[in-house]
């Protein structure tokens, strides 16, 4: 089992561009949540996808938004890119019809904003 | 707030010496508590949560809510305990984790 799988590894982009990044789940998982970590930062939490609906929300601007598809693999994008986007994005997956299932991440994928 | 607190940034032992690495919590409720670990070039993940109740790796945490605190221990430290450490809580395991920024655990010999 490869775990959570994340793509691309890296990304360099501009300022005003729209980037996505996509993400599939652990074997088994149905629950795609994606988190941002700055340096020197933890992870904050951006969103949650189940049944291919956003289930919860963090503290996120509307140019952050995401997509799960029937498979369960999910897409993050991000609009209007701004250099304080600049970050490692997280994706973790888990399994929400057993209770208490914690979360498992991925590698992320490092964005880079010029 | 819901806020997680690690004062350390980096702690510094020597092998063979006790860890005890603190996390203090904010949060309405009653959270569920976990420590994440990240080793050198690899994934986060986790080390262990406190309605488990269990030692991993020879790490143990207890939640005490009456310090709203769940510091964790290990009373003889190993060079491979050296990694970024980080405390988070949520309401519900698989849902949204609030993390601290995390403790840099440094075992020398």
């Known amino acids: 089992d490869a775990g959570v799988t994340q793509s691309p590894t890296h990304l360099i982009k501009t300022r005003g561009q729209q980037v996505t990044l996509r993400c599939s789940p652990k074997s088994g998982h149905d629950t795609v949540s994606w988190y941002q970590q700055a340096l020197g930062q933890g992870p904050q939490f951006i969103f949650q996808?189940?049944?291919?609906?956003?289930?919860q929300r963090g503290n996120f601007p509307d140019r952050f938004s995401g997509h799960q598809f029937p498979n369960y693999s999910s897409e993050l994008n991000v609009n209007a890119l701004l250099l304080g986007d600049s970050a490692l994005y997280l994706c973790a997956s888990s399994f929400s019809a057993r209770s208490n299932q914690p979360q498992h991440f991925g590698d992320g994928t490092r964005l880079s904003i010029l | 707030a819901q806020r997680v607190t690690q004062p350390e940034k980096l702690l510094s032992v020597f092998k063979g010496a006790p860890v005890e690495l603190k996390c203090n919590y904010s949060y309405s409720g009653s959270p569920e508590l976990f420590w994440y670990v990240q080793y050198s070039r690899q994934r986060l993940q986790l080390l262990l949560r406190?309605?488990s109740r269990e030692s991993i790796k020879g790490f143990t945490a207890d939640l005490n809510k009456g310090e709203t605190s769940f510091h964790l221990k290990k009373p003889f430290a190993q060079e491979e305990d050296s990694a970024m450490y980080y405390c988070?809580?949520?309401?519900?395991?698989?849902?949204?984790?609030?993390f601290g920024k995390g403790t840099t655990l440094s075992v020398s010999s």
């Open positions: 406190h309605i």
């Open positions: 988070a809580l949520s309401n519900q395991a698989g849902t949204a984790l609030i």
């Open positions: 996808y189940y049944e291919e609906e956003e289930r």
